[in-house]
T-cell receptor, first 119, second 110 residues
Framework: SAVISQKPSRDICQRGTSLTIQCQVDSQVTMMFWYRQQPGQSLTLIATANQGSEATYESGFVIDKFPISRPNLTFSTLTVSNMSPEDSSIYLC????????????????FGPGTRLTVL | RKEVEQDPGPFNVPEGATVAFNCTYSNSASQSFFWYRQDCRKEPKLLMSVYSSGNEDGRFTAQLNRASQYISLLIRDSKLSDSATYLCVVPTTGNTPLVFGKGTRLSVIA
């Protein structure tokens, strides 16, 4: 399994400011993912962050709004830029590890999330 | 069809009941499927994976019907601690990225 920590756990921010969320994993992983979970909704993938290359963004998400860093195999950051109330959400970091002996699938483990409120 | 659709819920069941959730998916090329459990204000955690016709783990049984493109989760002898939101998860291609259903909320009542 993987132990994932996120900082901050929660924050209340003013409109127009930016917040950087940190994700730390206790083991080296190739792929890290950033998800958003809006109130009452399921998880939506924002981007996939691989070490040594640009993050891959899903439809509806752009690098200018959600810049991502992946400086090494255990750490990543997601910045929510120029925030508006619509960005209020829980942001979750996730990693993929092979836990099945036959290697058929990989399991995703999630961090505890960062609860962001934008006023 | 949406990529992943689940029973809307909520399901309110008494302790000891058997409850089943269904999930349909649109990507016929998906090879593996997952049920995640999410407790209130917590992160999702893997409950079961399904990559053949089905999988059983104690009181939990997951079944896959590829022809009809649906998976189900059966919980027998429900416990109060089973109260949570159950997320159906399907990869888009290969194993990632994952697409999450909106979840089905289960409340087990004493």
């Amino acid at each position: 399994s993987a132990v994932i920590s996120q900082k901050p756990s929660r924050d209340i921010c003013q409109r127009g400011t930016s917040l950087t969320i940190q994700c730390q994993v206790d083991s080296q992983v190739t792929m890290m993912f950033w998800y958003r979970q809006q109130p009452g909704q399921s998880l939506t993938l924002i981007a996939t962050a691989n070490q040594g290359s640009e993050a891959t963004y899903e439809s509806g998400f752009v690098i200018d709004k959600f810049p991502i860093s992946r400086p090494n195999l255990t750490f990543s950051t997601l910045t929510v830029s120029n925030m508006s109330p619509e960005d209020s959400s829980i942001y979750l970091c996730s990693v993929e590890l092979s836990t099945n002996p036959s290697g058929i699938y990989n399991e995703q483990f999630f961090g505890p999330g960062t609860r962001l409120t934008v006023l | 069809r949406k990529e992943v659709e689940q029973d809307p819920g909520p399901f309110n069941v008494p302790e000891g009941a058997t409850v089943a959730f269904n999930c349909t998916y649109s990507n016929s090329a998906s090879q593996s499927f997952f049920w995640y459990r999410q407790d209130c204000r917590k992160e999702p955690k893997l409950l079961m994976s399904v990559y053949s016709s089905g999988n059983e783990d104690g009181r939990f049984t997951a079944q896959l019907n590829r022809a009809s493109q649906y998976i189900s989760l059966l919980i027998r002898d429900s416990k109060l601690s089973d109260s949570a939101t159950y997320l159906c998860v399907v990869p888009t291609t290969g194993n990632t990225p994952l697409v999450f259903g909106k979840g089905t909320r289960l409340s087990v009542i004493a």
